[in-house]
């Protein structure tokens, strides 16, 4: 065995440190490089380091590192290598059995688990050494044999990049909102280099670059934009990019000259046809998560995980998804996604592998952005055989839950990137959202549009009625009205109108109950909010909703279960933050100060130019006897809502029951709302 650093006895209850990001390195708590002998020996050792905690079989690793090599050979090879791992990183890292081996979680750290950490904080707390450190590629330069080895780096790596994206996303905007341009820029152009057709990086970028004074390199990155998205999506910038370009007066060519037309109408030939007119939905087909030749035994497990995927996704009214008998014979690879959606006229193909490895079972799944060759999304799933029939209904739940929000997000930005008059009403409908979830009057009124000519083009578009409805919606809760109860029965009446055009899609019910809930008929929401869950049961706008109705109605105790299950079910939805002050609320009814504190300001650092979150706040700051602090949060959502008063708050509230609407009020009085 190679001679190489190992820990002494008086360090080894120190913790170990695993780089996984950008190359493989390991090193003690003192900074002391570790050098472990082989490169298959530190695969090894990162395969553990990321599944800290999780005992791993024996028989599973020896398939995964020595595929090649016969049962008893591959055991003697793994015995080595641990062997040559607890010499280099002391004996409390390793925790063996005759069966199955782990690291002690206690006694290391890895990379990865902070860039997870990070990216799912609800603000970014990461400087921007840490952010572009935590986006270097998953074990960057290795290269193994054996395909499924090969598989889980790649899959790890394409894991490793989305959350990446969203970490130097939300490091950008926060370093340049307290001034630190250049470093936003370093972020931003790594963030545009990850993914290249994400809009809004290249919109930060031109922000940034104009801050600096740099017009010529704002302009070449509209360019750069506008070049990219005409070459490979046959696409224009979005209106906001070229709002953008214009407002910040850039100098040479005008942002709306050369629309290149012959290479936009040519492009857009190329694309598929649409479906027909009343077909508005997502189409997507679910691959087999095993080739035909592989392990018979393990084939009923995929089938029915496929089976129940593709029964799921049909459950939702918006998705056009691929029957079984049609996908059976393609390829899973990822790589052969593209070859798959052109064969199945598909935009978005889920794929993955499942992989039984003794009593272990893990299922790798990607979601696979065929228009925008994108992997929008990825995750691994690890149980034990034995749990896998108890636990298999909540993996479906949980890939169900992330498709449907990424594909979501996806149509979106898509719209986004339309020429108006090129759009349909599906179209129409998903700009419109995207308009709603700013939050701002003057995009309320370009939402408001969207979905007004999206009924025109096709007045039996229950979306576009239902988009009003959310509209005014929007209006009532941000106060953007003069005429609240105006808004309120033309939202209802566009509510009403989308539930009887399409009862089937559960969307049209959420606005109907929300509605209805602001009218005080809580009875009726509650009734048309259960419709909604039947049609699509891990709808988190539904479950929000219903925590609504439930805190009117005095039960807060059975409104926290709804809205917890809201942000499980959608964890990076654009309404996170009124999920979490809708959780700081039932909190603060039921007692836990602390929580209902610690919940607003959750909210506050999701959506910082929002007064209902800092009013929870300051509602739990009084309660807490710190009526300093309660003074000062008020006084700020009163920057934000200048004419915010009880008498507004009441708008919002007023046929709460009483008993919990009058703690709110007394709560807030005590906070100096007046």
Not at 40 to 54: E, F, M
Not at 531 to 549: M, R
Request: net charge negative.
């Amino acid at each position: 065995m190679s001679e190489g650093p190992r820990f002494s006895e008086s360090v080894h209850a120190s913790r170990v440190n695993f780089t996984l990001l950008g190359g493989f390195a390991v090193c003690s708590g003192k900074g002391e490089a570790l050098i472990l002998p082989t490169a298959k020996v530190r695969l090894l050792a990162a395969y553990l380091a990321l599944t800290a905690g999780q005992y791993q079989a024996r028989s599973k690793l020896c398939a995964l590192f020595w595929e090649d090599r016969g049962a008893d050979q591959a055991r003697a090879s793994l015995r080595n290598a641990l062997a040559s791992i607890r010499f280099v990183l002391g004996d409390r890292i390793l925790i063996a059995n005759r069966d199955a081996v782990m690291f002690d979680p206690d006694f290391i750290s890895v990379d990865v688990s902070e860039l997870e950490a990070l990216a799912a904080g609800s603000a970014a707390t990461a400087g921007a050494e840490t952010a572009r450190r935590l986006s270097s590629p998953f074990l960057e330069g290795s290269t193994v044999s054996g395909e499924e080895l090969s598989e889980w780096i790649e899959f790890e790596r394409t894991r490793c990049r989305n959350l990446s994206e969203i970490l130097l996303a939300k490091t950008a905007e926060q370093l340049a909102g307290v001034g630190e341009e250049a470093a936003a820029v370093a972020l931003a152009q790594q963030l545009a280099a990850l993914d290249p057709f994400r809009e809004k990086s290249h919109r930060l970028l031109m922000r940034l670059y104009a801050r600096q004074g740099e017009h010529a390199l704002a302009m070449a990155q509209f360019q750069r934009c506008r070049q990219l998205l005409a070459d490979e999506l046959g696409t224009e910038p979005s209106p906001q990019t070229v709002a953008l370009a214009d407002e910040l007066s850039l100098k040479g060519m005008p942002a709306r000259e050369a629309r290149r037309p012959e290479v936009a109408s040519t492009s857009l030939q190329r694309q598929t046809a649409r479906a027909a007119e009343t077909d508005f939905r997502i189409s997507i087909a679910v691959l087999p998560f095993l080739r035909p030749a592989e392990d018979a035994d393990q084939s009923f497990l995929a089938e029915g995980l496929a089976e129940d995927l593709i029964t799921e996704l049909s459950r939702h009214k918006d998705f056009l998804v691929i029957a079984r008998q049609s996908t059976l014979a393609l390829d899973p690879e990822p790589r052969h996604a593209e070859h798959a959606a052109r064969a199945l006229d598909v935009r978005y193909v889920l794929t993955g592998n499942l992989r039984r490895r003794g009593e272990d079972l893990s299922l790798g799944v990607q979601l696979v952005d065929t228009a925008t060759h994108r992997t929008v999304w990825a995750e691994r799933y690890t149980r034990k055989l034995e749990e896998i029939f108890a636990v298999q209904e909540e993996i479906v739940g949980l890939i169900i839950t992330a498709v449907d929000a990424e594909v979501r997000s996806s149509e979106r930005e898509r719209a986004l990137r339309k020429l108006p008059e090129t759009m349909d009403a599906w179209e129409l409908f998903h700009r419109g959202l995207w308009h709603v979830y700013n939050f701002s009057i003057d995009q309320i009124e370009a939402a408001e549009e969207c979905f007004r000519r999206a009924t025109v083009l096709h007045p039996r578009f229950a979306l576009g009625h239902a988009g009003l409805a959310q509209a005014a919606v929007v209006r009532i809760v941000w106060q953007m009205s003069e005429d609240i109860p105006a808004t309120l029965e033309s939202g209802l009446a566009h509510a009403r109108h989308a539930v009887a055009l399409d009862g089937a899609h559960p969307y049209p019910h959420v606005m109907l109950g929300r509605l209805l809930t602001c009218q005080g008929e809580l009875g009726l929401a509650h009734d048309h909010l259960r419709i909604a869950i039947e049609l699509n049961p891990s709808y988190a706008h539904a479950f929000y909703a219903l925590a609504q109705v439930h805190i009117w109605s005095g039960r807060p105790g059975e409104a926290l279960s709804y809205i917890d299950r809201a942000i499980r079910f959608s964890p990076r939805d654009p309404l996170l933050s009124m999920f979490m002050t809708v959780r700081s609320v039932c909190l603060f009814l039921i007692g836990d100060i602390a929580g209902a504190e610690a919940s607003a300001r959750a909210a506050i650092g999701r959506q910082a130019r929002e007064c209902w979150s800092r009013l929870g706040l300051a509602a739990a700051l009084a309660e807490s006897g710190r009526t300093d602090e309660a003074l000062a949060t008020v006084a700020e959502a009163k920057t934000i809502l200048p004419n915010l008063s009880i008498a507004t708050l009441d708008n919002l509230i007023g046929r709460m029951a009483p008993a919990p609407r009058q703690r709110i009020i007394n709560a807030l009085n005590r906070a100096g709302l007046e």
